[in-house]
Structures are given as C-alpha cells and as structure tokens.
C-alpha cells in the first residue's frame, strides 16, 4: 500500500488513503476529532485495546531505535486462530543485535495474526520490513492510530443508535441537536405532569356504584343512542355520497368549462392576432396610397412637355429650347437655327394632339422631321417648312407656316372648350394671348 507524507514541523507522517475521512452527517463539513485515546478502555473492543497496548509499546520502541523493536511483542486474544501462512523474521539483519541475542528473542516475542481477521479488525500490526526507513519506524503507530479509527466508529454507532441521528455531527449542529431534544425532553415531560394530574383528578373523584337495574337501563339508553347516532351516520353517509357525487358532476362541469374557456381565449388571441396583421397591412396599404397621392399630385403638377420644349424670348426673338425663331434685317439669324425651332415647335404641337386628339375642322396633318418639318393639308398636298427660302419656294413656306398657324388655332379653341367642360371661370381659361 502506498502512503503520503505530509510534513508537519520537520516530521514526515504517512497518510493512508484508504482511512476514512470524518465529516458532519448534518451540514457536510470536515471534522477534526482529538482526545480520543483518553476514551478507549471505555469501549468494550478487546482487538481495540490490545492494538492499542501493542502500538504504545511499538510506539516507544520506535522512538528508541530498531534495536528494542527486536524484543518486543503483541500478545494477540488466544481465541484467534494460528495463521499458517505467516513467515518467520528474518534473522541476521543490520541493526539487529546477535544471533543468540535475536533467537532468544524471536522465542520469547513473537506475533501470530490471521490475515482476515487483521485485514477486518484494523489494528493489525505489520512485520517490520528489511530496509530501513520510515515505514518501519512509523508502522506501530499505524497500529495505534487504526485502534482509534475502530473505537471512533463504535462511538459514532453506538451514538447513532441511542439518538436516531446520524453520527458524527460537528459541535455546531451538536449544539442545535442539543436544543431540540432538550426541548423534547420539555414537552415529554410536561404531557408526563398533565397524565399525572388528570390520574390524579380522576383518582380523587367519588366512585358511584350503579345498580343492576341502573346498569342496564344505562345499557339500554346508549344503545339506543347508539342506534341512533349509526342511523344519523347513514343518513349523512348518503348524504355525503349525494353530496360527493354532485361535486363530482360540477367538477366534470367546471372541466368542461375551463376547457371552453381555454377554447374561447385561443380562438380570442388567434382573433387578435388576425385583427393586429390586418390592422398592420391596412396601415401599410394606407400609407402606400398617401405615397402614391403624393406622386400622382406631384406628377400632376408636372408638366413634361414644359421640361421637354421650354418656351422663352431672347430679345425680340421668341425661343423654343433656345432656338431662335425667326430673323430681322439688323438681326439675320442662320436658317439652321430657324429650321430646328420649327421643328421644335412642330414636334410639340404633335405630341399634344396625339395625347389630346383634337378635332380638326381642317383636317391638317403635322409632319415633324427633326429640321426638316412638313405639314400636309385636306388634299394630302406637302409644303416645306423649313428654310432657306427663294423666290421660287416663298409660296409654299408661307402656305406651310399659315397651315401651322391653323392648326394652333384649332388646338387652343380645343383647350379652351375642355376648360369650359371642366367648370373652370372663363377669365381662366385657356386662350392665345396673340391673335
């Protein structure tokens, strides 16, 4: 068996791991137990107190030195049997004395332990080993120090069976031990003083003897009694069963009606729920049609084509997207610019008469051409209107722009008419500010 050792004080003591280690029953925590030795004759243990006479005669052999280990001995009980299979001490080893010395000895002194008893008692004492060294200085008091873990576990039996609690306890909850079966011991012994006064009492009271007559018309009245109190315990024992098995049918009843009410709140909450992702998606959709309001107002108010073909004057030349339309003596403007503002101006009276259709009293057809525009009339006849111009071609420019004009005309008295649809005041109403 292996041993650890802790030192204390410059002294190294072995450490079995297989003693056990005591701890309170009650709170769990480690115990540290002196003064044992001082109570060891006072348990009946006969193995107990002989390992503790061997190890206090090892012990002071140890302590003088291996020459008096030779000549010492424990005397075992004589009801245990010789163990066979123990060898004798070998002889003829250093530190012994001589050799008549040391068989002298070994008849004298000698050890007998059988190995399940010795394994079982806890005191067994060990044949010094060969080497030396700690061990067989320190094993006699392992022998002594087993004999105390014996007589600590007989202590904490025997205090196991006469208090009916666990052993050992820490001084803590010895205390709290204490207080309780103190106050038990109180209230036992005021129930004892309040039996005794009551026998007493009854003991004091006067004896009347009933005659045989009394006696049993007293029979006779509390068996009637008796009758009676049976026939009252049937009646309220149906009663109770009646009453038992309405509670049974209003429990049945308040089951179903708790289950109907846990129905009725999980159909609300699925409810609830439904109202809450309905009420969510309503104001999602609301707020996606003010969005949309909004746009279609903000679009509404725009004017793509006043962004498409921006309308203005340089001077004494009206403009459409900074083309100047038309030219003066003073001022000639090239025909390159001219022919691209007609062209302007052709493409924006198109695209208005193809979003708004208007009715034409003329039936004039507007080509846009980029700078080349032509504008065709009732008769499909084609004119030019687009620069430069000679004295040749001057008819049909100057038919082309009357056409264009035309076609102006009938285009605002169209815008004018749908303003008057539209309950607009007259003075708003759209109209040409040159005629």
């Known amino acids: 068996m292996k041993k650890e050792y802790i030192p204390d004080k410059g002294r190294s003591l072995p450490v079995d791991p297989n003693l056990p280690k005591w701890i309170c029953q009650n709170c769990h925590h480690s115990l540290c137990i002196v003064g044992v030795d001082s109570y060891v004759d006072k348990f009946p243990n006969d193995s107990s107190r002989s390992a503790m006479q061997g190890s206090s005669i090892h012990g002071a052999s140890s302590v003088l030195g291996s020459t008096r280990m030779d000549n010492s001995f424990v005397v075992l009980p004589k009801q245990k049997p010789l163990a066979p299979g123990i060898p004798p001490r070998p002889r003829g080893m250093p530190g012994q004395p001589d050799t008549g010395q040391a068989r002298k000895g070994m008849e004298e002194s000698f050890v007998v332990v059988d190995k399940s008893e010795s394994a079982s008692d806890g005191s067994g004492t060990q044949l010094p080993s060969s080497e030396g060294g700690p061990s067989s200085s320190l094993q006699p008091n392992n022998s002594g120090f087993h004999s105390t873990i014996t007589v600590l576990k007989n202590a904490f039996e025997i205090a196991t069976t006469q208090t009916q609690v666990e052993q050992p306890l820490c001084l803590e909850c010895m205390r709290v031990l204490s207080d309780k079966l103190d106050k038990e011991v109180e209230d036992v012994t005021r129930d004892i003083e309040a039996y005794e006064a009551c026998l007493q009492r009854l003991e004091g009271e006067p004896r009347d003897v009933l005659s045989e007559a009394d006696f049993r018309k007293e029979k006779l009245k509390i068996e009637e009694e008796e009758r009676k109190l049976e026939a009252a315990i049937e009646e309220i024992e149906k009663q109770n069963a009646a009453v038992n098995a309405e509670l049974k049918e209003l429990e049945q009843k308040s089951n179903r009606f708790k289950e109907l009410e846990e129905r009725y709140w999980q159909e609300f909450n699925n409810f609830q729920f439904q109202l809450i992702a309905h009420q969510e998606e309503r104001d999602a959709i609301l707020a996606k049609t003010e969005v949309s309001q909004a746009h279609l107002e903000l679009l509404k108010r725009t004017n793509v084509l006043n962004d498409a073909f921006p309308i203005w004057h340089d001077g004494e030349f009206g403009t459409i997207n900074n083309f100047r339309l038309g030219r003066l003596p003073k001022i000639p403007v090239e025909w390159d610019e001219i022919n691209a503002a007609w062209g302007q101006a052709c ?77 607009i005041p007259p003075e708003k109403c759209f109209n040409l500010p040159y005629k």
């Open 347 to 423: 493409l924006l009276l198109h695209t208005m008469c193809q979003y708004f259709r208007p009715k034409f009293h003329y039936r004039i057809k507007i080509i846009p051409l980029g700078s080349y525009p032509r504008i065709m009339d009732s008769n499909n006849n084609t004119y030019e209107l687009f620069g430069p111009v000679n004295l040749f071609w001057s008819t049909r420019y100057d038919k082309a722009m009357t056409l264009f004009l035309t076609c102006l005309k009938d285009f605002a008295e169209f815008a004018n008419a749908k303003d008057l649809e539209n309950n």
